[in-house]
């Protein structure tokens, strides 16, 4: 055997001692079980990026492996073959050990995806939390039921309403300040943000004939500078009551003893009227 032929195999037992120490590591995941018994998913991910990596350094096409399949041609005839058969030998050496270790890994990281990700469909499920009703609506709701019970209507409106049912249906003049840009929200093409909840009375009224017993409920605006007592926009609570015989007095005789709200039916009269 001539010296070319033992250096070319000396540089064959080099590649696969070389792959043998780096590969160590990972020749336990061959066994599926045993192999990736305490490792966490993180940890068998991050062994199969290297794992991959591995592969490129020693079979890959700038690896030390491909180095010798190119001499091959280079080695003298008689000796050939077997140098070829050793590098072949070698080459699925190191195809079969990885492919173990992949395997392995892949189906350990599979099983605890699917074990993360499980979901016991015999667990009570998780009941969303309620929002609560906001306490202008709970208050705007128990006057809503005191004036129904005493036989009113609760009527609703527009919030942007003209200047005829804003202002001078309500008789308030022309000069009046409540007109003014410094009292009132106006839009661009003449319409404002209703300042009372009047205008709904007037609409009631030219809808509905009396007798006429209503409450009108709602948001009304006004330019205010924001304080301890002022705000832009701020909710009101109006009542009208057309009937003969009909006096400040009247809307009082005709609350229930035994009122459903908290609150006096005189104070709700006072609140409304």
Known sequence: MGSEVVEHQDQVEAVREAFEREFERFARFRDSEAGTAGSTLDEAEAALRELADLRT????????LSTLMKTIGRVPADERGAFAQR????????????DAAEASLKRYISAARVECERIDVTLPGRRPRQGHVH???IIRQRLEDVFVSMGYSVEDGREIETDFYNFTALNIPELHPARSLQDTFYTTDGLSLRSQTSTVQIH???RRRPPLRIIAPGRVFRRDTPDATHNPMFFQLEGLVIDRGIHICAPSKSTPKNSPDSLSASALIACAL
């Not at 350094?57 to 030390?64: D, E, I, L, V």
């Open 204 to 206: 009631a009224m030219q």
């Open 87 to 98: 590098v072949q030998q070698v080459g699925a050496g190191f195809g079969e050990a990885l």
């Open 135 to 137: 306490p202008i609506n």
């Open 57 to 64: 350094r020693h079979t890959g096409k700038k690896s030390a």
